[in-house]
């Protein structure tokens, strides 16, 4: 009965005294400036609680961790390096860790052409299905023991505009994608697919244009209504869950779990072909579940304990 934490935008920086100084394009500037004014104080405990999710994962036995991204505010090569760092005790749970970058950590170009996140988090990127990828290491196959796969996408990408944080997923990995989905090896399994962006807002409604994944649609197309499927995401800072329609698969986005004002995640617990998504939350100082929240995905009619 595998258990999987699933944790989003850990946003965790360092200071910017510290940020290397030929390193700020207008873009990078602008976010420098957020930073210090309004977006630091949320995450000014993300430090601690990265360690609080380390002792909650050996509290529940948590055997496998998906971080769907933003690990950093500004995507320099100290924030990577230092994230790298602080999320080390969650990569080393028993079946395993995936990940995706988020927009954060591809903030500009600079950082894409430099391939920052790729070196700092490159005992990740390597495929269980190495034959399958077709963009890098993306569409990227990591097995959870016998019972689950997550399959990851990348959807990040730079946003040299100031007023631009979207994203986007190259049609080559989309059409990798449904061949990966439709590969025998995974017929199975219970399925993850992990990306940054979230193809829809909690209502069910496109996020804007200018801030949300550009070809969501497509996205959904290519995963379709498949019902040991779960799509998994970040970006917005929401926790939320949206059940499967005929259009599109369960889909979980995990909020964030340093946002002073959310600091949520979601744990599923796996049986057979059936999955339990228990919504986690930080409240009087340590992180916890909501057991009275939990909802099942899968056709797998034996109890889940």
């Not at 850990?10 to 957020?34: C, E, S, T, Y």
């Not at 760092?85 to 430099?114: I, K, M, Q």
């Not at 990040?156 to 997923?169: D, E, F, M, V």
Request: hydrophobic share 45%; aromatic share 8%; net charge neutral.
């Amino acid at each position: 009965m595998p258990r999987v934490l699933h944790v989003s935008d850990l946003h965790l920086g360092i200071p910017l005294a510290q940020l290397p100084r030929g390193d700020f394009a207008p873009k990078r500037l602008l976010g420098a400036l957020n930073l210090a004014l309004r977006r630091g104080p949320r995450f000014a405990d993300a430090h601690a609680n990265v360690a609080s999710l380390v002792a909650f994962a050996d509290a529940h036995d948590v055997d496998a961790v998906i971080v769907t991204g933003d690990y950093t505010a500004l995507g320099t090569v100290p924030e990577l390096e230092a994230a790298r760092r602080l999320v080390a005790p969650l990569t080393t749970r028993p079946l395993g860790f995936a990940t995706v970058p988020g927009n954060h950590d591809v903030y500009v170009d600079s950082g894409v052409r430099e391939r920052r996140f790729e070196r700092a988090f490159s005992a990740f990127l390597t495929s269980d299905l190495p034959d399958c990828a077709v963009d890098g290491p993306w569409p990227l196959v990591r097995w959870i023991g016998d019972a689950a796969a997550v399959v990851c996408v990348n959807s990040a990408r730079p946003n040299p505009q100031l007023w631009r944080s979207s994203g986007h997923i190259p049609p080559t990995q989309l059409a990798a994608l449904r061949r990966v989905l439709d590969d025998a090896r995974l017929a199975d399994r219970f399925v993850f697919v992990a990306t940054h962006y979230a193809p829809r807002r909690a209502d069910g409604s496109p996020d804007r244009r200018w801030h949300g994944l550009v070809n969501a649609d497509a996205l959904l197309a290519a995963i379709g209504p498949r019902p040991r499927t779960a799509l998994v995401h970040g970006h917005l800072h929401d926790r939320f869950h949206l059940a499967p329609t005929a259009v599109h698969p369960a889909i979980f986005g995990a909020g964030s779990a340093t946002d002073a004002h959310h600091r949520t995640f979601w744990l599923y617990t796996l049986e057979r072909q059936r999955l339990r998504a228990t919504p986690g939350i930080w409240r009087d100082g340590r992180y916890e579940l909501e057991r009275d929240g939990s909802v099942h995905v899968g056709n797998d009619p034996s109890p889940v304990d």
